[in-house]
């Protein structure tokens, strides 16, 4: 199967043999067949296969360099993912700035750089244009896929709406798939962090359900499932709209959570209450809204796990400490659940861009290198 143009985002770990041995030599890596059996509970003969395979669509390769010289018997040959010859482009378009990465297979970043997010819709195609140039300084690699992780609303056609831009309708992923004449992706960016902390890091667990919060100048929400990012066909979900208790940061005391999560609304409540932006009265009061909202959604789906990220999250001195306070004390489940922060930290916005292309290639490999 050959895919062009704009190709819906595959948000998950692949369930498929070739998907599964490529997820653990991603995570295991270098690492024997004998090992890879074991990790994937797969058979010998069926190991052997995918490793054929995908060594022959340039996807791993085998390192005898890496062969431990002091070993007893017939040396076997170590795997690893081909980290030279492929590479994936990224945009993550975020309120204020737009960021565009290259990346390796394993979603190591080969180079990144921040400009500014356009106000114009018909600016997008210069966005289009710096990632074509930005990917051509990796000319030695072949440009396999490239993902766009946005704001907004985003459909499978790469079709974006973004309020906070006024944006209507504009045609991000079809733009970039003919500036790069590779394949693309496009979805939401909260639901790309969440497939982040799945696919770019030593694997969290992939059954059960887990929460992804994000906050900074907009907040957002996405859920997973048994190692899947849940993905309605209508769009993502919304939680700015939730209706919040802020005395401080709200005019009028009630207010929703977008209203007062971020940098603005803090320096409008410090300007009404003479007070310094960053002042205990203003920090305490975003992490007791944050910790509250969060708490109200746990009690609704009441998952597994939850991870949080975000400088609304990281903005109070005493770091996550006072929203998990205020989470314990609003949720009405009786389980103790602690908020783990994302592995990620300042590099979210980086993996959630790249990881929308290098997705589709976790999900089904064979396909995506046709």
Request: aromatic share 4%.
């Amino acid at each position: 199967m050959s895919f062009t143009g704009v190709v819906p985002a595959a948000l998950e770990v692949g369930a498929a043999p070739a998907a599964a041995v490529l997820q653990a030599i991603r995570v295991n890596g270098p690492v024997t067949r004998d090992h890879l059996a074991t990790a994937t509970a797969l058979s010998p003969a069926t190991i052997n296969r995918q490793v054929t395979t995908l060594s022959r669509a340039g996807l791993i390769v085998e390192r005898p360099d890496l062969v431990d010289p002091g070993g007893i018997g017939r040396p076997k040959n170590p795997l690893t993912l081909d980290r030279d010859k492929l590479c994936v482009a990224g945009m993550h378009i975020g309120a204020r700035r737009t960021l565009l990465a290259i990346s390796d297979l394993g979603g190591r970043t080969l180079y990144s750089h921040a400009v500014r997010t356009p106000r114009e819709a018909a600016e997008v195609g210069d966005l289009c244009i710096q990632l074509r140039d930005l990917a051509a300084r990796f000319s030695g690699r072949r440009l396999l896929w490239a993902g766009v992780a946005a704001g907004g609303v985003v459909d499978s056609s790469g079709i974006i709406d973004h309020p906070v831009l006024a944006w209507q309708r504009v045609p991000v992923g079809p733009m970039l798939a003919d500036a790069l004449g590779v394949p693309v992706s496009v979805c939401e960016h909260v639901q790309a962090m969440a497939a982040a902390e799945l696919l770019l890091t030593y694997p969290r667990e992939f059954e059960g359900t887990g929460l992804f919060f994000y906050a900074r100048e907009t907040v957002g929400m996405a859920l997973t499932i048994d190692g899947k990012v849940h993905m309605p066909r209508q769009g993502a979900g919304s939680i700015g709209h939730l209706p919040v208790r802020a005395p401080i940061l709200a005019p009028d005391g009630v207010a929703t959570i977008q209203e007062v999560v971020g940098s603005a609304p803090a320096q409008r409540a410090a300007q009404r209450h003479g007070i310094e932006p960053h002042s205990s009265a203003i920090v305490d009061e975003q992490a007791q809204v944050l910790g509250a909202t969060v708490a109200m959604m746990r009690d609704v789906i009441n998952p597994d796990a939850i991870v949080v990220s975000g400088d609304a999250f990281a903005a109070h001195p005493d770091g996550l400490a006072p929203v998990q306070a205020a989470f314990d004390a609003a949720t009405t489940h009786r389980r103790p659940l602690e908020l783990s922060p994302s592995r990620f930290g300042i590099r979210v916005q980086e993996s959630a861009a790249v990881v929308v292309a290098l997705s589709v290639i976790y999900a089904d490999p064979l396909a995506a290198t046709d």
